[in-house]
């Protein structure tokens, strides 16, 4: 079983702004999230729509705190958590964690961005936050995996602007970008993980396949990043650290079986993108 990143990892990471982890979690691990969050009630009733700009939404689950779920005990293990550290040379909490609902036929596109392009709004300084997306479900071309533009992280950030309800990275530059880096899908069986900075660009297509492509995405952010400002992300707050086999201990522990508040984030409280949309109303 892999454990926390290698050299070779980081390294990679730091050259390409991005690292997969290829079966971070075993089948059975992956099997038990996903027969959680596929029969969840909790997070089918948190879910909301962001437009793509593009004619299709895409439609997502989002929580501040990670929980004592099974979802909290993938936010919180020792493979995750200590490869963030790692990366981001320094303690780490749990900046949120969200479900991406991409269903068969209708699962909508997100639009080129640097999550960094969000969270600049939320009284973050530094970019120094790390992603990881875990593939709930296959990731294919076909069903709207992840692109990146590997390097583009070191540009630094972009200016974003509302593209229907999501902050979409300026298209002109973005263009631009694309005639100097390539573009790469990035394909991922069930159990694989990708730990990707905050600046790095990246988009999905409609998935118009018959597969559902469902992953979980868990954000963590530095703790000498703690930003300035109240947003509806969460400042600094320990994180919990459990260890790994906690995952298969829990086992399936949906968000109806947990007690503890993750502050689920309603569509109404994310400004984050919407605030652009101000920005651009009084200029
Ligand atoms: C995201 O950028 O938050 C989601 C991207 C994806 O999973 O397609
Ligand atoms: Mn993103």
């Not at 992280?153 to 602007?161: A, C, F, L, M, Q």
């Not at 399936?252 to 949309?277: C, G, H, I, M, Y």
Request: hydrophobic residues 35%; aromatic residues 8%; glycine residues 6%.
């Amino acid at each position: 079983m892999a454990h926390v990143l290698n050299e070779s990892q980081v390294t990679e990471y730091r050259r390409e702004g991005y690292t997969i982890v290829r079966g971070l979690f075993n089948a059975e691990e992956v099997d038990l999230l996903r027969r959680s969050a596929k029969e969840d009630r909790a997070l089918d009733q948190h879910a909301f729509g962001r437009a793509d700009g593009e004619g299709g939404t895409v439609r997502l689950s989002l929580w501040n705190h990670p929980g004592e779920g099974i979802y909290g005990m993938f936010a919180r293990c020792r493979r995750m958590v200590d490869s963030a550290e790692k990366l981001l040379e320094d303690e780490v909490y749990h900046y949120h964690s969200k479900m991406i609902m991409k269903d068969a036929k209708v699962g909508g596109a997100w639009t080129w961005h640097q999550d960094y392009g969000y969270w600049y709004q939320n009284g973050v300084i530094w970019p120094n936050l790390v992603s990881v997306s875990i593939a709930v479900d296959p990731a294919t071309k076909e069903n709207g995996c992840m692109q990146v533009i590997p390097r583009s992280h070191d540009i630094g950030r972009i200016e974003h602007v509302l593209s229907g309800d999501q902050a979409g990275a300026d298209m002109e530059r973005v263009n631009a970008i694309l005639e100097r880096l390539p573009l790469v899908y990035c394909e991922m069986e069930p159990g694989d993980a990708m730990f990707f900075h905050s600046n790095l660009l990246h988009r999905s297509d409609m998935n118009r396949s018959d597969n559902p492509r469902w992953s979980m995405i868990c954000c963590y952010n530095a703790k000498s990043n703690d930003p300035y400002k109240d947003a509806h992300h969460p400042r600094y707050t320990p994180l919990n650290k459990v260890d790994d086999d906690m995952i298969v201990k829990v086992g399936v522990k949906r968000f109806a079986d947990d007690e503890s508040n993750v502050a689920w984030l309603e569509d109404a409280n994310d400004t984050s993108a919407r605030v652009l949309k101000d920005k651009a109303a009084t200029k």
